[in-house]
C-alpha cells in the first residue's frame, strides 16, 4: 500500500524541487478541436505544387520531342512502346540502385495493390491510345483542349466519391485553368482555318480526358502508403507490355528511324518515368484535384517552346491563357489541407510516416 499523500493528486502549478511542473498546463478545447496550420504542412503544399508542376512541364517538353520523332519516322506505335519501355527500364534502375532507403520490402507489395497498380497502368493505355488516334480526326489543339477537360473531371469524381468539398476557391482555380487551356490552345483559329472537325475524334479526346481523370482520381487511394515510385514501377510495366505487344503483333516498329529520332524517343521514355512518379508525389501531398488544376500549365509549357523552338506565334491571347494558368495555380496554392487524403500525407512521398520515436525515416530514392 502507497501512503495516502502520495496517491494524492498533485495541486495545479505544484513544482518539485527542482523547480520541474508536476502537472501539464490546461489546454481548451477549441485549441484541442482546430489545430492551426504549421510551417510544415504549408511547405508540403509548396513541395507538393513544385512537383505537379515540374511533372506537368516534363510532360510538355515530351510534346515538342514528339514533333522531333515523327519528322525523324517514328510511328505512334513505335513512340509510345519506347516511351513506355525505356520509363520502365529507369525507374527500375533507381529502385535497385545500391543507395535505395527501405530494402526488398519496398519491392514486397500485397497482390491486392499489384492489381490496383495494374489498373493504373491500363488508365495510361487508354489515355495515351485514345489521345493519339484523335489527333487522326482533329486539330491537335481541339483535341487537346477536350483532353485537359479532365481537371474537372477530377474535381468531380473527387467530391462525389472522395468527399472533398467544392470549395468557391476550388472552383474558382478550375474555372481560371480551363479558360487558360482554351486561350492558349485555341482550337477555333485551327477550325477557321478549314482544319477537319469529327464527332469521332471528339469522343476519343473525351475518352482519354476520362481515364487521364480516373488515373489522377484513383492514384491517391490505390497508392496510399507507398512510396510515387514504387506505383510507377508496378504501372508502367502493363502499359510497356500492352504498347509492344501491339506492335510485335503487327510489325509495325519504325526501325529505320533517323538517329535524332531514336534520341527524342529515349528522351521521352526517360522524362515519362521521372513525370509520372513526379505527379504521384504531387497528387499525395496535394490531393486529386487540386494536381489536376496544376497540371494544366502543361499546354502552356508546350506553346511556349513551340514558339522558342519552332517560331509558332506567340499571340496576346496566348498570353492571357498563361496568366490565367499561372492564376488558377496560385489559387490553389493558397488552399490550406487536402481534405480526401487527411491523415495521409506521406502517401506516396517517398517517406515512411513518423516512428514511435518521432524520426521519419527515408523509404524511398534520394
Known sequence: MRPAEECAEPVAGARTPRGIPLTTPPVSADARATPAPTAGASRDRWVGIGATMLAAISFGVQGVLGKYASAG???VPTLLTLRFGVATLIVWALL???RLRGGPG??????RRLLGF???GL????????YFQALAFLPVGTATLLVYLFPALVVLWSALFFGERLTRAKLGALALALLGCALTIDPAAALAAGAAFSWVGVALALGSALSNSWYATLAAPLGRGVPGVIVTAYSLPVTAACFGGAVLATRGFSGGMSPGAWAACLAIGALTGGAIALFLFGIARIGASRAAVVATSEPATAVLLGALLFA??????????GACILAGVLLVSRQQGVRAYEGGRHAGSGFRRRSDAGSETPSGVR
Open 96 to 98: 535497385l540502385a545500391p
Open 73 to 75: 519516322g517514328a510511328s
Open 106 to 111: 519496398l519491392l514486397r507489395q500485397p497482390r
Open 118 to 120: 495494374g489498373v493504373l
Open 312 to 321: 509558332e506565334p506567340l499571340t496576346p491571347p496566348k498570353l492571357l491563357g
Open 123 to 130: 488508365l495510361f493505355v487508354t489515355n495515351s491510345l485514345f
